[in-house]
């Protein structure tokens, strides 16, 4: 299950919020994850049978939002003497329940349904356990259908049972504990198709009713939650990959696009079972887009569903695609799918693996350049939620509901593990690790002690250390580094010191780490034991090192202090063969200044070889503050050809609230080649604060593009901007009948400039139960922003009903937030604004200094002469 289903959700990685994910501004440590009152831990239920297939007969009323079926659950007694079970539904009116076509009492309790099988079974006993029932679900199961605002949207039902909804629409054992067989009946009004697991039985046409009826059956055992049925009127474009087929179900009018989005499928399925070393293990690898799903895909086997905003056109494909969403799904087809989490404590083996596994693919279709950079973002994404939001183990049980552990602990840092195994262990050993744990345990579930002893079994490593670390504790290690060099011994010192605060979350680390050093002759890689807070290393080199490197190629999750020679970083910038050396060397630059360091970093905006440079080297300009660093700026934009490096140039001119910034901003604004980079302008356009800018964003706000990027730059611009006059604007566009996707960025504006305004509170107030989930999440942060007491009540009203898990928690923590601010919203105003009138300070400041370096010596002021002195008498020298 991937979370982020809009491309713009992830824009800051690449645009705005540059910063490196081993740099030292990230060493804070956020609040604790356990909410009082609220989490606690959660166990997997007993298994009082076991569940061996699952029979859905099921029919769907479009109008009526309806379904109504028969669940039949071929059960085992566990133990002997089994007389009653519990099975979980919500919301689902039951008619009967039967045992061998004998009716069974039964009453429905909260969440469960309770039955009297009637006599007591033996252990090993089989039999089927029939549920007749009806309902009309709030979860699991979703109609979508044309309304007054919404004429246009299709006709659809899909499910998502992940983590633990389909008891929604239908009676199970909703836990992932164990694995079953299955199979779908459904019967829908033609001309729908319907998909669901494994393979189609047959098709069944009813011309006097004008339904059809789909059998599918997924024959090999997997667990409750990944059960799927879809229905819709879909075009269905057939592949293969290899032997196994594939199948991509698209609206009507949409087959052109195919293989634009999912073309490099086969690819993936190909690398992936190699790399694994299991072959692709379902019927058929089905891709099905929904309109307004919750997530941005679910990988259910053998029939991935992903969100409609997964179809990009020509013009967003110029620097967008999806194969890190396509990707990530298909990897859960071994990793979730064929091995599943045997609780949800454990679902980082799920999504820790599909998001390094993503990685991976980038890494063999687009080069190591690529991989490193999203590691790179992988690792700021942790650091974000990791300072800012809370920290925690990637593996615990306490929680409100599974969802609450969804986050990027789970994902980005469980992906980050993984890649610091593959470090620890090297390639070889790495994928024969891998290798053996999926044979070892394809068709089961997993905990992580599992992976632990297939790493043992598999290598003779013993790795219970690494995973107290990294998986059972919280946090990272910070580094401190100090470097040295002695001339007489042609020896260079590396001292290495630990400063995050150790206690019973965050671990002293202990990890390997490679030195390396560069001279004439070549390249020297050293690796050290980190273990101890504090190590000084002793290096003996053939003459002083041009560079000085602590982990190149970043495979350790880590924040670094470390301050070369300015020489040093300047060599290391244009040298570095690893991308995340040159960035970390423009991170650097960008701290000590220089027109030595403009010049350098504008070189590495117009030349370097790979985007992601281009645009770091740009975002350090642009936190450098001076005339002459926009300058180079300016000069560079119509040099860069990359559209993902235009991105990060334009983003860095918004650093600077200069006339100049905006005019060189404005025709981005109005119109790029690229979506994207026309959506990044128009946010940076916002931060200059130029009395231009309104009306080139009300001009972007009036324009279509893929996903609603620019009209969601257009929003971020005008908060940015801070002009009231926006309100009434970005109002509009919160409104049911604009697009979904705008609403959520238009209402994040507003709770930006809506400080102390009651008309944006209390509308705000009524969009927190808005009936698109989006928006719900999008009105909360923007009310977390307005912190506002007023707006608590809405909010603890809405976390009592929604029944979306990040609603809850997300209505929690602005509670939290606006209890916490309430008392300081004033002195924070007074602070953002000595902030802004410090960093103008801080520019002219180097403005100056820059047009000092820039002038020649012989233009330099000379120091004012002083009056030659007398020599004093013998007499007074002696006194």
Not at 748 to 770: F, I, P, Q
Request: charged share 30%; hydrophobic share 40%; net charge neutral.
């Amino acid at each position: 299950m991937l979370l982020r289903p809009f491309p713009w959700d992830d824009l800051p990685a690449l645009c705005d919020s540059f910063r490196c994910g081993h740099s030292a501004e990230w060493a804070a440590r956020g609040k604790p994850f356990a909410m009082p009152g609220v989490d606690k831990p959660h166990y997997p239920p007993d298994r009082l049978c076991d569940v061996r297939h699952i029979k859905l007969e099921v029919a769907l009323d479009f109008k009526r939002k309806r379904i109504t079926g028969v669940a039949s659950h071929t059960l085992a007694a566990v133990n002997d003497g089994l007389a009653a079970l519990d099975l979980d539904s919500i919301d689902l009116d039951i008619k009967a329940v039967r045992l061998g076509g004998k009716p069974l009492a039964f009453d429905v309790r909260q969440d469960k349904l309770h039955v009297e099988l009637g006599r007591p079974c033996k252990a090993g006993e089989e039999f089927v356990l029939a549920v007749q029932y009806e309902g009309s679900p709030r979860r699991g199961l979703y109609f979508n259908a044309p309304d007054k605002h919404y004429p246009r949207r299709p006709l659809q039902a899909w499910t998502q049972g992940e983590d633990m909804d389909s008891r929604f629409w239908y009676p199970c054992f909703d836990f992932p504990n164990q694995k079953a067989t299955s199979e779908v009946i459904a019967t829908v009004p033609e001309p729908f198709v319907v998909l669901s697991n494994g393979h189609l039985v047959k098709t069944t046409k009813n011309a006097r009713g004008k339904t059809r009826t789909y059998h599918w059956l997924q024959d090999k055992p997997h667990a409750n939650y990944l059960i799927t049925l879809v229905a819709g009127d879909y075009a269905q474009v057939k592949g293969k990959a290899g032997s196994v087929p594939l199948d991509y179900y698209v609206p009507k009018g949409s087959e052109k696009d195919v293989e634009r989005v999912f073309g490099r499928t086969p690819e993936m399925v190909r690398f992936f079972a190699s790399k694994i070393g299991v072959p692709y293990a379902w019927d058929k690898y089905a891709q099905v887009v929904v309109a307004d799903f919750i997530f941005g895909g679910m990988e259910n086997t053998s029939a991935t569903t992903l969100t409609d905003t997964a179809l990009f056109d020509k013009r967003a494909g110029l620097d967008y695609d999806v194969d890190g969403l396509i990707a990530h799904e298909l990897a859960h087809q071994w990793w979730g799918d064929l091995l599943t989490c045997h609780s949800w404590s454990h679902a980082w083996l799920n999504e820790g693996f599909a998001t390094y596994f993503d990685a991976l693919f980038k890494e063999h279709h687009r080069g190591v350049d690529e991989f490193r950079y999203q590691m790179l973002g992988n690792a700021r994404g942790y650091m974000m939620e990791d300072a800012g939001r809370y920290r925690r183990p990637i593996v615990t049980n306490v929680y409100a509901e599974p969802i609450d552990i969804f986050d990027r602990h789970l994902y980005e840092k469980g992906s980050l593990v993984l890649h610091m195994l593959r470090f620890v262990l090297g390639d070889d050993l790495f994928w024969k690790a891998l290798g053996h744990y999926g044979r070892a345990f394809r068709g089961k579930t997993v905990v992580t002690k599992d992976l632990e002893r297939s790493i043992e079994q598999a290598t003779g490593r013993d790795l219970s250390w690494f995973f107290d670390e990294w998986v059972y504790k919280g946090g990272h290690p910070n580094f401190k580094l100090a470097y040295a060099w002695d001339d007489a011994t042609k020896t260079a010192s590396l001292s290495v010191s630990q400063t995050q605060e150790v206690d019973s979350l965050t671990s002293l680390f202990r990890m390997p780490v490679d030195v390396a050093f560069t001279t004439s002759q070549g390249e020297r890689v050293t690796r050290v034991q980190i273990e101890q807070k504090e190590h000084t290393f002793s290096f003996p080199l053939p003459e002083k090192p041009l560079m000085v490197r602590f982990d190149p190629g970043n495979w350790v999750l880590k924040t670094v202090d470390f301050s070369p020679p300015k020489e040093m970083l300047l060599h290391q910038l244009k040298n570095d063969g690893d991308v995340t050396g040159r960035i970390a060397a423009a991170q650097a630059l960008a701290k000590l200044g220089g027109q030595d360091v403009i010049t350098a970093l504008k070189e590495a905006v117009v030349k370097d070889g790979f985007w992601g440079v281009q645009a770091e080297a740009a975002r350090a300009l642009g936190q450098m503050k001076s005339d002459a660093a926009m300058q180079a700026l300016i000069e560079a934009l119509p040099k860069v050809a990359p559209p993902k490096a235009r991105r990060g140039v334009v983003g860095a001119l918004g650093e600077y609230k200069d006339e100049a910034a905006a005019s060189a901003l404005l025709p981005f604004a109005g119109r790029d080649k690229s979506y994207f980079v026309e959506a990044e302008a128009a946010r940076a356009l916002g931060r200059t604060r130029d009395k231009r800018a309104y009306e080139a964003l009300e001009k972007a706000m009036s324009r279509d593009s893929y996903a609603e990027v620019v009209r969601a730059g257009a929003c971020d611009g005008l908060a940015e901007l801070r002009d009231e006059k926006a309100i009434p604007l970005l109002t509009e566009w919160t409104r049911q009948g604009k697009p979904q996707q705008a609403r959520g960025p238009a209402i994040m504006a507003l709770g930006k400039l809506g400080e102390g305004k009651r008309e944006v509170l209390e509308h705000l107030t009524e969009l927190v139960n808005d009936h698109w989930l989006r928006v719900r999440l999008s009105t909360i942060e923007a009310l977390a922003v307005l912190k506002d007491v007023k707006a608590i009540p809405a909010l603890d009203a809405q976390v009592a009903r929604d029944l979306d898990g990040r609603v809850k928690r997300a209505g929690r923590e602005a509670m939290a937030r606006i209890r916490e601010g309430k008392d300081r919203t004033d002195d924070v105003k007074k602070l953002r604004d000595d902030f802004d009138k410090l960093m103008e300070d801080n520019k002219k400041l180097r403005d100056r200094l820059d047009k000092l370096e820039a002038k020649p010596a012989a233009e330099m002021p000379k120091p004012a002469e002083q009056p030659a002195r007398k020599p004093k008498k013998a007499t007074e020298q002696k006194s």
